[in-house]
C-alpha cells in the first residue's frame, strides 16, 4: 500500500486580507517561528510512514511560488508532483482529479491522505496516530473524516455526529446555543476536511453520486499537458476542459450521501486559521491581553492584535482592535467583525483595485519585483533575479526601461546586442525592442528598473520566448 499525501492550494483567504491576496493566498502567510502554513502541511505529510510522494492540487499561478515553498523543506527529497487547476472548482473536482491520477500511477490499493494547506495541526504525534488509524479503515474500504474534538462551542465549523468510528449524520455550523449542546453530548466532533481514502474506493462512490464530476476530471487529465523527471511531474489541465467541471464541494458531493464515510475522533491541536482573530490567538499575550508580531508601542490599550511586518505601530487608548500593516495596506477592524474583511477584499475585487491580487512585492518564477514609487508615466522597481534565473524575452509597446544593476551581475539582451551589466552599470530598454534579463551569477542578481511611458501596466507585454511557459 502506497500512501499519497494530497495537498489542496488555493482559495483567496479573503478574511486574512490585506496579507493574503489573490496571488499571495492564505496557505503563503508565515507564521512567528518563519514558516508558511503550506510549508507545514508539507513538512507534516513528508514525516509519515509509507509516503510515496507529495500530490499537490492548486492553480496554475500557484506553482513556483509553491515549489519554492517545498524546496525549503523537501529534506527527503520526496518526489513531487502537481496538479495545475486553471481557475478554482471547489474540492470535489480536485479530489477526483488527484485520486483518478493516484489509481492511474500507484493501481487500486493506494491511499490518499488529503490535507487543506491552510489548516495548522499543533501536536504532530497525535497527528501521526490518528492518520495510522484512517489507513486501516481506509484499507476496508472507508472514506475516513477525522473529527477534531471540540475545545469550545464553536459556530464557525461544521460538526459530526458520532458512535466510535460510525458516522450517524453531519451538522451544519450551528448557533452558540447548539454549539454548547454538542460540546455537552460528547459524541459530536468538528468536521476537519481532512480525508483518508482509497483511490478505488473515492472512484467508486464518484461514479455512484457524481458521475459528472469523474467524467470532467478523467476528460481534464486525458487532455492534460504533462511533464515529468525523476523527482518531479507537473499535470496543468486545459482551461477548455475544466471549464465545464461541476464546482462542488466533497462534503456535498461524496461525504453527506455516501454510506461508507467513518470517522477517526482525535485531538491533534487542529487550528482552521479563517480570520485574524484565530491567527491572533497563535501569538502569546502581554499582561493587557494585547497580541503583537512585529514592533509596537502602546499606552492604555487592551485586548488588540497587531501585526507589522515593517513599520512601527503606536496605539493610544484603544481596544478590540485588529490592526494589520503592510506595505501597501493598512487594515483597522473591531476584534467581534472580523469575519466581515472580506468585505473589504470583495469591494476591492469588484472595483478592480489591485490591493486585491498582489502585494507591492509580487513574486515570479525567477525572483521577485517591489514597486517603490509611481506616479504619472513613471515607476520605480526593485527587481530580484535568482541565480541562473532567465526572465522571458519580452517586448513592450507603450513604455521604456532603464536598468541600473546594484548588486550582480545581468546577462542582457537588447534588440539584436547581447552583453553583460555589471555592479554599478546600466543599460536603456526602449520601447519595440525585444529584450531579455537573465542572471548568469552564483548570487542574487539586484537591479532597479525605471520605466517612463504613456501606459504602465503590466498586461503591456509580448512575449516570445519563455522557460516557465508563459509564452
Known sequence: MQLIPTILCGGAGSRLWPVSRE????????????????????????????????????????????????????????????????????????????AQFVLDTYGDDAQLLVLPADHL????????????????LAAKGQIVTFGITPESPETGYGYIQATGNKVDRFVEKPNKARAEEYLAAGNYYWNSG?????????????????????????????????????DYRQIELGQESFQGMPEDSIDYAIIEKSDQVSVIPCSIGWRDIGSWNAMGELV???????RIEGEALLHDAKDC?????????????????????????????ERNHAQSVKEIYNRLKSSGHDAHKVHSTVARPWGTYTVLEQGSHFKIKRIVVKPQ????????????????????????????????????????????????????????????????GEYLGEDDIVRFEDIYGRA
Not at 507534516?44 to 509516503?51: F, G, K, N, Q
Not at 484603544?318 to 490592526?323: E, G, K, N, P, R
Not at 542582457?412 to 552583453?419: A, K, Q, T, Y
Open 23 to 98: 496571488q499571495h493566498p492564505k496557505p503563503f502567510i508565515k507564521l512567528a517561528d518563519g514558516l508558511s502554513l503550506l510549508q507545514k502541511a508539507f513538512t507534516r505529510a513528508s514525516a509519515l510512514p509509507d509516503v510515496a510522494e507529495i500530490l499537490t492540487v492548486t492553480n496554475r499561478e500557484l506553482l513556483f511560488k509553491t515549489k519554492d515553498e517545498y524546496a525549503e523543506q523537501n529534506r527527503r527529497a520526496l518526489k513531487t508532483s502537481f496538479i495545475l487547476e486553471p481557475f478554482g472548482r471547489n474540492t470535489a473536482g480536485a479530489i477526483a482529479l488527484a
Open 194 to 230: 481532512m480525508f483518508c481514502f482509497a483511490a478505488k474506493t473515492m472512484l467508486q462512490e464518484l461514479q455512484k453520486y457524481s458521475p459528472e464530476i469523474l467524467r470532467f476530471a478523467n476528460l481534464c487529465l486525458d487532455s492534460a499537458n504533462r511533464t515529468e523527471s525523476n
Open 284 to 290: 502569546s499575550s502581554d499582561d493587557n491581553g494585547n
Open 121 to 136: 495541526i499543533l501536536e504532530e504525534e497525535a497527528f501521526v496516530s490518528a492518520v495510522g488509524k484512517a489507513v486501516e
Open 305 to 333: 492584535y497587531i501585526r507589522s511586518s515593517n513599520r512601527l505601530i503606536g496605539a493610544v487608548g484603544v481596544q478590540d482592535l485588529i490592526i494589520i500593516d503592510t506595505n501597501d495596506a493598512l487594515l483597522i477592524a
Open 389 to 452: 534565473a532567465s526572465l522571458s524575452l519580452q517586448m513592450h509597446h507603450h513604455r521604456s526601461e532603464h536598468w541600473i544593476v546594484v548588486s550582480g551581475m545581468a546577462k542582457v539582451v537588447n534588440g539584436d546586442m547581447e552583453f553583460l551589466v555589471n555592479t554599478n552599470e546600466s543599460t536603456f530598454i526602449p520601447a519595440g525592442h525585444r529584450h531579455r534579463l537573465e542572471n548568469p551569477g552564483l548570487i542574487d542578481l539586484v537591479m532597479i528598473e525605471v520605466q517612463s
